[in-house]
């Protein structure tokens, strides 16, 4: 059973930083795609913002190009999203996605995942 937990939200004034994190357990195919989401209340579409495959590739949406950066340890089975000069347009709550993905497919930030965790809230006050 695959489980996706995510942490390391919270309240940041405009300007600051967040790192979250998502520990990822009962996942065992070698090639995938992990990748963060958000959604901003009320009723917003979910968007995806940032793609990481297997082999590190990484891929952003524009709102967040040079300001947040996904990374993960596969020693520790998590995956993490760096979050930098954070604005009030950022406040969502964020989820991690997982899917794997065929030798020759790869990662886009928008594309449909298997598993999702149940979000970790971010708030970002001017």
């Known amino acids: 059973q695959v489980q996706l937990v995510e942490s390391g939200g919270g309240s940041v004034q405009a300007g600051g930083s967040l790192r979250l994190s998502c520990a990822a357990s009962?996942?065992?195919?070698?090639?995938?795609?992990m990748a963060w989401f958000r959604q901003a209340p009320p009723g917003k579409e979910r968007e995806g913002i940032a793609?990481?495959?297997?082999?590190?590739?990484?891929t952003y949406a524009e709102p967040v190009k040079g300001r947040f950066t996904i990374s993960q340890d596969n020693a520790k089975n998590t995956l993490y999203l760096e979050m930098n000069s954070l604005k009030p347009e950022d406040s969502a709550l964020y989820y991690c996605?997982?899917?794997?993905?065929?030798?020759?497919?790869?990662?886009?930030?928008?594309?449909?995942?298997?598993?999702w965790g149940r979000g970790t809230q971010v708030t970002v006050s001017s």
């Open positions: 996605a997982l899917l794997g993905r065929s030798w020759w497919a790869r990662c886009r930030v928008n594309q449909g995942f298997a598993y």
């Open positions: 009962g996942f065992t195919e070698s090639r995938y795609c």
């Open positions: 793609v990481i495959e297997d082999d590190g590739t990484t």
